[in-house]
C-alpha cells in the first residue's frame, strides 16, 4: 500500500521558526503559523501500518491526528477513501476560535463513516468539511512529505517536472522540499534548465545544509555540469552552505563523476578555498588530485587552495599528492615550492620537498 510506504520506518521531528503557510486555503486568517511545531511519526509490523501520529501547533493553531490500521488516500492525497474494519481515525484542528473534529470508522459493511464537529456541533459531511481535509492533508504533506507516493506521480502526470518543481517551493519543511527534488532527480531525465530550477531552488529556499547537500549530491550524479547554468547554480549553491562537511560531500560529489570538465574541476576545487575545515578542504583536494580531470596547469589551483590551510599536514599530504601525479608544469612547480616554504614544520617541509625531488628524478 502506498501509504505504508510513504510511513514505512518515518520519525521526523521538524522545527522550524519564521515559516509561511503554503496557501491561503490552508491557513485562514485566523491560524499565525509564525512559529510552529511539526511531529509526524508511525509504527509498522509486518508491513502493516499500526499507527500514525502527527501533532501540528503554533500561534493559535493547533492539529492533532491520531491513526490506526490501514488507511487509503485517493490520488491527489486530499481525501481518505477507506480505513481497514479494525482501523480508525481521530482528527481534532484548532484554528483560532474555530474548532473542527473528525472521527472516521468502518462499519461492518466496511462503508466508511465519518462524525464531523464544529466548535461541538455536528455538522454534515459537505463540501465545505472536503475542502477543509483536503487543504490540511496537503499542508500536512507539504512539511513532512507523507504523501508523496500519491501526490508526486498524480503532480507529474498532470505537468511533468516542472508541476513537482512548483510543488516544491510551496513545501514548509526542508524535509519534504528535498524528498520530492530528490525522487524528481532520481526518477526523470531532466534537461539543464530543469536542473538548474533544482538547484536554484535548493540554494534558495533550503535553510537545512543536510537536505540541501541531499539535492546537489544527487543532481550530481546525473548531471554532466557541461552547461555553464548549472555549474555556476551547483557552485553557488555550495558556497550558501555553512557547514564544510556537507559542502565538502558535495565537491567530492563532483570528482566521483567519471568524467568533469576542466571548468567544473577548477571551480570545485576553488570552492574548497572558504572552508574554515583545513581537514574538509584536503578531502576535497584530494579527491580533485584521484580525478582525470585535474592534470598539468590544473595543479595550479589545487597548490593555492591548499596554502589557505593553517594545518601543515594537511598542506603537506595535499602537495604529496600533487607530487605523486607526475610531472608538472615550470609554473606548476613554482606553485609547489611557494607553498612549500608556507610550511613551518621542518617535518613536513622535508617531506614535501623530498616527494618534489623523488618525482622530478623518476
Not at 466508511?112 to 466548535?119: F, K, M
Not at 575545515?277 to 589545487?302: C, H, M, N, T, W
Not at 590551510?309 to 608544469?329: F, H, N, P, T
Request: proline share 2%; charged share 30%.
Amino acid at each position: 500500500m502506498k501509504s505504508r510506504r510513504a510511513a514505512a520506518g518515518l520519525t521526523v521531528m521538524l522545527c522550524a521558526a519564521a515559516l509561511i503557510p503554503a496557501t491561503a486555503s490552508a491557513s485562514p486568517p485566523e491560524c499565525q503559523r509564525d512559529k510552529r511545531s511539526i511531529e509526524t511519526s508511525a509504527q509498522q509490523r509486518d508491513n502493516d501500518l499500526l499507527r500514525w501520529r502527527v501533532r501540528w501547533s503554533g500561534g493559535n493553531c493547533r492539529i492533532d491526528l491520531v491513526a490506526t490500521g490501514e488507511l487509503r488516500f485517493n490520488n491527489e492525497f486530499t481525501d481518505i477513501t477507506a480505513i481497514s474494519s479494525d482501523g480508525t481515525l481521530d482528527l481534532v484542528d484548532v484554528d483560532g476560535s474555530t474548532t473542527r473534529r473528525l472521527a472516521m470508522r468502518s462499519d461492518r459493511s466496511n462503508n466508511l463513516v465519518r462524525t464531523y464537529y464544529v466548535n461541538d456541533r455536528e455538522q454534515p459531511w459537505d463540501d465545505a468539511g472536503k475542502r477543509w481535509l483536503a487543504s490540511l492533508l496537503i499542508g500536512l504533506d507539504r512539511m513532512s512529505g507523507i504523501g508523496i507516493d500519491y501526490r508526486f506521480p498524480t503532480l507529474l502526470a498532470a505537468g511533468g517536472p516542472l508541476a513537482v518543481l512548483d510543488e516544491s517551493e510551496k513545501m514548509e519543511s526542508d524535509y519534504a522540499r528535498s524528498l520530492y527534488l530528490g525522487r524528481l532527480v532520481d526518477r526523470e531525465r531532466l534537461n539543464d534548465a530543469e536542473y538548474q530550477r533544482v538547484l536554484d531552488i535548493a540554494s534558495r529556499e533550503m535553510r537545512s545544509d543536510y537536505e540541501t547537500s541531499r539535492v546537489l549530491r544527487g543532481v550530481a550524479d546525473h548531471v554532466s555540469f557541461n552547461n555553464d547554468a548549472v555549474r555556476v547554480s551547483y557552485l553557488a549553491a555550495v558556497s550558501r552552505m555553512s557547514s564544510d562537511y556537507e559542502r565538502s560531500r558535495c565537491l567530492q560529489a563532483v570528482f566521483a563523476k567519471s568524467s568533469v570538465s576542466h571548468e567544473m574541476a577548477r571551480g570545485a576545487v576553488r570552492a574548497a578555498s572558504d572552508f574554515s575545515s583545513d581537514y574538509e578542504r584536503s578531502r576535497v583536494l584530494l579527491a580533485a588530485l584521484e580525478s582525470k580531470a585535474i592534470s598539468g596547469d590544473d595543479f595550479i589551483p589545487v597548490i593555492e587552495t591548499t596554502m589557505r590551510s593553517r594545518s601543515d599536514y594537511e598542506k603537506s599530504r595535499v602537495l604529496r599528492a600533487v607530487a605523486e601525479k607526475g610531472a608538472m608544469s615550470s609554473d606548476a612547480r613554482k606553485a609547489y615550492l611557494r607553498a612549500a616554504d608556507t610550511i613551518r614544520s621542518d617535518y613536513e617541509n622535508r617531506r614535501v620537498l623530498s616527494a618534489l625531488v623523488k618525482q622530478e628524478t623518476r
